[in-house]
């Protein structure tokens, strides 16, 4: 099962422009789950001119898990010409990566129950 959490469907079912393994261990229990893989992706969108801001970013979590993956919106806008290495920084560093786990392991299993997931006007596949 995948879910995408991203307002923006199209901007997603490509390739990413870049990504960042947050965690690798494939074996990392949570409840009923168990977390395979965490990363931040990268999606640029060159149709959006960003004159001095840099280009316009869209930075997506991806966590999958022996049960299905979740790839939800991240953070989006004119994040600078790195913006994968401060979020990746900021999830290592701090409490982000036990609630990315979190809000995506919730996601799944509303999906898998066979209800909408919470999500901030997002759909899924």
């Known amino acids: 099962m995948r879910v995408t959490e991203v307002r923006d469907q199209s901007k997603v079912e490509r390739a990413p ?4 393994v947050v965690l690798d261990s494939g074996r990392m229990p949570h ?4 977390i395979r893989k965490v990363e931040l992706r990268l999606y640029v969108d060159r149709g959006v001119s960003g004159d001095s801001r840099g280009p316009y970013s869209l930075v997506t979590s991806y966590v999958e898990t022996d049960k299905g993956s979740v790839e939800i919106t991240y953070d989006e806008g004119f994040l600078g010409e790195r913006p ?3 979020a990746g920084r900021l999830l290592s560093e ?5 609630a990315l786990v979190l809000r995506s392991v919730i996601s799944l299993r509303a999906r898998i129950a ?3 997931a919470p999500a901030d006007g997002a759909g899924g596949k």
């Open 94 to 98: 701090h409490l982000g990566l036990s």
């Open 17 to 20: 422009d870049g990504a960042v």
């Open 84 to 86: 994968l290495e401060p």
């Open 31 to 34: 409840d009923e789950f168990v």
């Open 114 to 116: 066979g209800r909408d």
